[in-house]
């Protein structure tokens, strides 16, 4: 039930800092967010287990990273 809750509050974080970029006009502060919250994901035991949402949240952090980096640098990926 714990790890329901924090795999909802994480993608509902990683979702939030997409919306706050682009409503700020400011993709590259959300990108070094973003790819924050991709190491911490990762770097924290609990949320990369295995076979967890939590860790595909964390991938899902790393593409929009990258993703609001290329808009901030003017790359339309």
Same mark, same amino acid.
């Given at each position: 039930m714990i &790890? !329901? !809750?924090v795999t909802l509050i994480?993608? #509902?974080v990683v979702? +939030? #800092?997409d @919306? @706050? +970029?682009f409503v700020i006009s400011n993709p590259l502060v959300g990108a070094g967010i973003e790819f924050a919250l991709f190491l911490i994901t990762f770097l924290v035991p609990y949320l &990369? $287990? $295995?076979d967890s949402y939590? &860790? *595909? *949240?964390?991938w899902l952090a790393?593409? %929009?990273a990258? %993703?609001?980096a290329g808009m901030a640098f003017g790359i339309n990926i």
């Amino acid at each position: 039930m714990i &790890r !329901f !809750f924090v795999t909802l509050i994480w993608l #509902v974080v990683v979702l +939030a #800092v997409d @919306v @706050v +970029a682009f409503v700020i006009s400011n993709p590259l502060v959300g990108a070094g967010i973003e790819f924050a919250l991709f190491l911490i994901t990762f770097l924290v035991p609990y949320l &990369r $287990k $295995k076979d967890s949402y939590t &860790r *595909w *949240w964390g991938w899902l952090a790393l593409l %929009s990273a990258i %993703s609001l980096a290329g808009m901030a640098f003017g790359i339309n990926i």
